[in-house]
């Protein structure tokens, strides 16, 4: 499974963007997918996941900011990203994993448990 993202670029505060993540390997049905973010010096973290069902995860910081989809005929993600803030720069990735990630209600959001990774799209939000 490749991956490749796109949309990042630098925008003003306030400002929106749209990423995309292309695959080519696999179908949207039988992958979950998600979109991590990494802070220059730190960990990457999820930010939003959408599982084989269709089911979604929004990190707290970003619920009702940003938005997680896919278009299944098409093999792209997306992630819409808006009234961005300074503190959204960041390096964001897309990646898939072929297993769900919810458990009774729990989800698996560490970077460990997803198999592919794409190579990263840099988000700079900044006046």
């Keep these: 499974v490749q991956l490749v993202e796109s949309g ?14 292309a695959a080519s390997g696999a179908t949207y049905s039988s992958v979950s997918m ?6 220059s010096g730190k960990e990457r973290e999820a930010v939003a996941i959408i599982d084989m069902d269709g089911s979604t995860f929004y990190r707290g910081s970003v619920k009702g900011q940003f938005a997680i989809s ?20 960041a390096m964001y990735y897309c990646a898939a994993t072929p297993r ?3 458990y009774g209600g729990m989800w698996s959001t560490s970077p460990s448990v997803f198999r592919y990774w794409g190579q990263g799209t840099q988000v700079t939000v900044s006046s």
């Design 100 to 102: 769900s990630l919810r």
């Design 70 to 89: 896919k278009d299944a005929a098409e093999n792209v993600l997306y992630l819409q990203m808006n009234s961005l803030k300074p503190e959204d720069t």
């Design 34 to 39: 998600a979109w991590f973010r990494q802070f």
């Design 8 to 21: 990042g670029d630098f925008v003003q505060p306030g400002g929106y963007l749209r990423l995309s993540c």
